[in-house]
């Protein structure tokens, strides 16, 4: 599959500020879609996108479609301790193939 | 409505022993994906099952397999089991008739092979 470039590999914030987390690749996907991991569980679908320059919220989430196609960023407001845990950006070249995952974003929110 | 169930949620395999784990979709999901995690590779995908045929296929050996019944219920099947082989493996389903992006995934399935 491709490689999904997903930075930072980790980050701390304190509660209530806002961050930031980006995924890029060498390759032009259709679809861009961001999962958060919990300990212990499976992925969930957080914010799917699938127009070039699309921007679509989920409460405190926001997500962008990179023009290019090839990145996408995920922002989240006012960050709360329950959003601790994995963040994973995923790309899918058209509907029929398979999901290429990045390797995760782990954010800590500390008090 | 009940979520993606696996089983076993733990299990532990010696090298060269094989394993077989279950996936039980979404009620009404007929695409079933497969996805190895581990910390070092991340989320790889396996395979995908649509009305019992494999639609898509991964990069890994031909020790790992699969299969879906007409029931859209899944299995896995890894033979001959390598100490890389310890991951999680997660299952997800789909409801759209192929496979999309938003995927339902169950806890999966947490294998050590010792």
Known sequence: ?111 | KAGVTQTPRYLIKTRGQQVTLSCSPISGHRSVSWYQQTPGQGLQFLFEYFSETQRNKGNFPGRFSGRQFSNSRSEMNVSTLELGDSALYLCASSLAAGPTGELFFGEGSRLTVL
């Open chain 1, 1 to 111: 599959g491709q490689q999904l470039n997903q930075s930072p590999q980790s980050m701390f914030t304190q509660e209530g500020e806002d961050v930031s987390m980006n995924c890029t690749s060498s390759s032009i996907f259709n679809t861009w879609l961001w999962y958060k991991q919990d300990p212990g569980e499976g992925p969930v679908l957080l914010i799917a996108l699938y127009k070039a320059g699309e921007l679509t919220s989920n409460g405190r989430l926001t997500a962008q479609f990179g023009i290019t196609r090839k990145d996408s960023f995920l922002n989240i407001s006012a960050s709360i301790p329950s959003d601790v845990g994995i963040y994973f950006c995923a790309g899918q070249l058209d509907s029929g193939y398979a999901l290429n995952f990045g390797k995760g974003t782990s954010l800590l929110v500390t008090p």
